[in-house]
């Protein structure tokens, strides 16, 4: 479902982020890094308390879910990441892309959505979230 989907993408997020802040030695690179983990952390725990209280109905599986992949899969290896991160500006603009993508593919898997309220839930989605959270904390 919808949920399991999204929570996985954080727990996705979570190691990642984990490994990009053990692969560097920058301590500004370190707390871009450490601070997303703790965004991944909330989001997953707002999404595990959405799948708690939401409708049976809520928790089928969304048509479009089974297309896509975790944006998080494909920049799995922290070297080939940092080879390109000179500095903090390059990695908030890593940051944005990953974040595009993850909202790119929610909305993907809601256009192929017939369920209407699933369809609205999956656009509530706001991977962008992360970045007004970092940005307040920075």
Known sequence: NIYDFAMSIEKSGMKFYSKMVEA????????????MIKDEEFLFQQYEKMC???????????????????????ELDPQKVLAKIDNDLD????LMAVEEKLYKMYEKVAEHEEDAQLKNKLLETDPGEAFRVLFDKS
């Open 91 to 94: 990695a908030y603009r890593f």
């Open 24 to 35: 560097t030695d920058d301590p500004g690179l370190k707390k871009i890094f450490s601070m």
């Open 52 to 74: 708690e209280k939401a409708p049976k109905r809520a928790l089928k599986e969304a048509r479009g879910l089974a297309e896509e992949t975790n944006v998080f899969a494909e």
